[in-house]
């Protein structure tokens, strides 16, 4: 299993950026995925989930209507598109595989560090 | 707004056993929780160490155990290790949400 995310950044307050999280190892179409973030020096915080099929999704209320989640089965990648971002969405993102409802975060990726600043 | 709280820091002799755990505002944790244990390194990636609040990943060391106890989701760790300091985050699962929430983190000191 690998999972490498990629498309953080410098974006000013405000603006908007796509993260991508690419997935081989494993077949991607089969399972669900995360996003996790993790602020510098913070501890972890769940971002959003996406079901196999992306025909379900949710996100942690501080991101809601801001953040879409979403999946490309046939490229075999994850996505992310932050738009109105604050000082408060600076992090690295992690995305996670999902072995099944009760391992919600198998294998996760390296990150991709997200900053936000004018 | 539901808080999962963990002890901030906790410090270790190697060799010595230590107890982590992991408490909701909510009420007690419990397996419909499905808490899950994460060990995370300086400037690493976390690792998924417990699932199902008691169930060990194939790669993780014999030391780690898991358990539910008095409203709380617990890591032991024994024998410690000098390589097992690290933060260590557990996460819980909130049905009536849909949602999942990271506890604050234990950074855990081997001295």
């Known amino acids: 299993v690998q999972l490498v995310e990629s498309g953080g950044g410098v974006v000013q307050p405000g603006g908007s950026l796509r993260l991508s999280c690419a997935a081989s190892?494993?077949?991607?179409?089969?399972?669900?995925m995360h996003w996790v973030r993790q602020a510098p020096g913070k501890g972890l915080e769940w971002v959003a989930f996406?079901?196999?099929?992306?025909?379900?999704?949710n996100y942690v209320q501080s991101v809601k209507g801001r953040f879409t989640i979403s999946r490309d089965n046939s490229k075999n990648t994850l996505y992310l598109q932050m738009n109105t971002l604050g000082p408060e969405d600076a992090a690295v993102y992690y995305c996670?595989?999902?072995?099944?409802?009760?391992?919600?975060?198998?294998?996760w990726g390296p990150g991709t560090l997200v900053t936000v600043s004018s | 707004q539901t808080v999962v709280t963990q002890e901030p820091s906790l410090t270790v002799s190697p060799g010595g056993t230590v107890t982590l755990t992991c408490a909701s505002s909510?009420?007690?944790?419990?397996?419909?929780?499905?808490p899950n244990w994460f060990q995370q390194k300086p400037g690493q990636a976390p690792r998924a160490l417990i699932f199902?609040?008691?169930n060990k990943h194939s790669w993780t060391p014999a030391r780690f155990s898991g358990s539910l106890l008095g409203g709380k989701a617990v890591l032991t760790l024994s024998h410690v290790q000098p390589e097992d300091e690290a933060e260590y985050y557990c996460?819980?699962?909130?049905?009536?949400?849909?949602?999942?929430?990271f506890g604050g983190g234990t950074k855990l000191t081997v001295l």
């Open positions: 996670a595989k999902v072995r099944n409802p009760t391992i919600p975060c198998e294998y």
């Open positions: 190892g494993f077949t991607f179409s089969y399972y669900d």
């Open positions: 996406i079901q196999s099929d992306g025909s379900k999704t």
């Open positions: 909510t009420g007690a944790v419990t397996s419909a929780n499905y």
């Open positions: 199902s609040a008691t």
């Open positions: 996460l819980l699962y909130y049905v009536s949400a849909q949602s999942w929430v």
